[in-house]
């Protein structure tokens, strides 16, 4: 039986939320967008309120993320639509199912100027897999399903929906629309079964998962696959502790060894972008595993390319009855190499130096942080250490910016993560210049009751800028910050509490106060300026 539904157009919107399992909303307060704060209240569902537009966004996506949910932000009309393109850029890059409910000048007197009036559809619709006017209240409900659905649907992404003014505050009914999860993807089973075969006759192969593995629900399947096909398995975004540290297939460190000296690399559930080299691994054959044919790569010509349902594709690999080469030796070669390189590291994150080196940093979390720690990353060369030297010990627990690599997801997809995981710990790596872009949303940790832990690596400067500029000129400009600046202290006015640390031996201490105080707690560590993360390629 259908169930009707009646109210004004934050009722109708809400019915059609809660049917698809979003928990919460994520807002900063307008007008435009008030009868949905009015259903929201009136029906005690949970509302979270920031201070940029663009954290209420990166919220929703760390609930998308995490949570493999849609996660909803709420944007008034006009400015603070804007204020959110970046994140939902972010979640088209990344493929969260964001929804963005805008606010819309009315539609009655449209043009002839009314308060942050603009269509924000043009400046939506490259960045959404949808974006639509709703006109009318009674067609609220189907609009807000039916986009619920296409985000959800794989490959999935944001969509953003807006309400002129005479459409959410007028009084409607609809029949509440029924909620079907989208239908798995079939992959071709001729395609699945040529990459199998290609795994299997490999004599190097080498699997990179991403992110989709983890959204596709896929970290099971993708194990048994590994383990049937005896394949190395490193992870990248949300894949990594697909597999966790200690199981004989996973890798993280021997990438470089790996990828020269693979000759079948298999790519699944993340694209063939620059964090892979744009899918050139020599003279390996590349297999990329798509969640959708859109997701195919038009840059790259891979040996096979099977597109669907990753946990379809992944069992079908699994259950493979061909033939399978011996992989063992070139299993042995990369542990060893995986070792050679973790002995590396553990010596650096050990290191006694002055100043603090972010490497040791790092080796202080890994005591501090439990296996389910959520780690976020914000930042340039601060955050590449902490994908070196970090290591999720379980799958969802590890928010980086992904490839659109935009500063200033922190404190949003903190106050995603707390609403998510309210007993774990939450942990915010931050550079101090991604401190600028979001430290000011401490106030709405701190007011709602959502305590997290931020690192600031303080190296004074936008090292991730200044050491390639410098590389390239031979001097640089716009690459400085102030020295030893007290953001322990924003965090302290904001209501939070927080302390800087300036010796190694320190650190330890200092994070335990931090995950203790219940409170946003900022431990601000200043860091070695001189100290660059090497990399090949430095722009970003
Ligand atoms: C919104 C945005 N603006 C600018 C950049 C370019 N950018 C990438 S890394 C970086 C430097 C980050 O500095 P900081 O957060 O202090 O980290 P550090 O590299 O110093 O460790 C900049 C400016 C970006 N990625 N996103
Ligand atoms: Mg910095």
Redesign the pocket.
């Known amino acids: 039986m259908t169930e009707r539904i009646e109210g004004h157009g934050g009722d109708l919107a809400l019915a059609a939320l809660r049917a698809h399992g979003v928990r919460e909303m994520f807002t900063l307060s307008g007008g435009h967008v008030f009868p949905l704060y009015d259903a929201a209240h009136r029906a005690g569902f949970p509302l979270y309120d920031v201070r940029h537009e663009q954290s209420a966004v990166f919220a929703a996506e760390a609930v998308a993320k995490l949570q493999r949910r849609p996660g909803l932000a709420v944007l008034t009309a006009g400015p603070g639509v804007t204020n959110g393109v970046s994140g939902l850029t972010s979640a088209f890059f990344n493929a969260s199912p964001v929804l963005v409910l805008g606010g819309r000048a009315p539609q009655f007197r449209w043009g002839s100027g009314s308060l942050q009036e603009m269509d924000h559809l043009p400046l939506v619709a490259p960045v959404t897999k949808h974006a639509e006017t709703v006109f009318s209240a009674d067609d609220i409900p189907r609009a807000v399903s039916a986009a619920l659905t296409t985000a959800l649907t794989p490959h999935r992404g944001p969509v953003f929906l807006d309400f002129p003014l005479e459409a959410v505050f007028s009084v409607g009914d609809a029949d509440l629309p029924a909620v079907t999860p989208p239908a798995p993807i079939e992959p071709d089973p001729d395609e699945v079964a040529k990459a199998a075969r290609l795994i299997a006759g490999a004599s190097r192969p080498v699997v990179i998962a991403g992110s989709d593995v983890y959204a596709g629900d896929a970290v099971e399947a993708l194990r048994a696959a590994a383990e049937s096909l005896r394949v190395p398995v490193f992870t990248n975004g949300m894949g990594r502790g697909a597999l966790p540290p200690e199981h004989p297939l996973a890798f993280a460190k021997a990438r470089r060894v790996a990828l020269k000296g693979a000759d079948v690399v298999v790519v699944i559930g993340t694209p063939l972008d620059f964090r892979l080299s744009f899918g050139d691994f020599g003279d390996a054959q590349v297999v990329h595993v798509v969640d959708a044919p859109s997701q195919r790569a038009a840059h790259v010509q891979p040996a096979a390319a099977p597109a669907g349902d990753l946990r379809l594709i992944l069992g079908a690999f699994a259950d493979h009855a061909g033939d399978r080469a011996d992989h063992a030796d070139w299993i042995a070669e990369l542990r060893t190499a995986e070792d050679a390189a973790k002995a590396r590291d553990a010596e650096e994150m050990a290191a006694e130096s002055d100043p603090i080196r972010p490497a040791r940093i790092y080796g202080e979390l890994r005591r501090a942080l439990a296996p389910d720690a959520i780690t976020i990353g914000d930042?340039?060369?601060?955050v590449s250490y902490a994908g070196r030297y970090l290591e999720p010990a379980q799958p969802g627990t590890w928010l980086d910016p992904g490839p659109y690599g935009c500063l200033g997801t922190g404190m949003g997809y903190a106050m995603g993560a707390r609403v998510s995981h309210p007993d774990r710990q939450i942990c915010v790596l931050m550079?101090?210049?991604a401190a600028g872009f979001s430290l000011m949303d401490v106030e709405s940790l701190v007011r709602q009751k959502l305590p997290v832990v931020i690192v600031v690596?303080?190296?004074?400067?936008?090292?991730l800028e200044k050491h390639p500029m410098r590389a390239m000129y031979g001097y640089d400009v716009a690459a400085d910050?102030q020295p030893g600046l007290r953001y322990d202290k924003v965090v302290e006015a904001l209501g939070g509490a927080g302390e800087t640390v300036e010796k190694a031996a320190d650190l330890g201490p200092a994070l335990g106060r931090a995950f203790d105080s219940g409170v946003p707690y900022l431990v601000n560590v200043l860091t070695d300026p001189a100290d660059a993360y090497p990399r090949s390629s430095n722009l970003a």
């Open positions: 930042g340039g060369d601060f550079g101090d210049g690596g303080n190296n004074g400067i936008w090292g910050l």
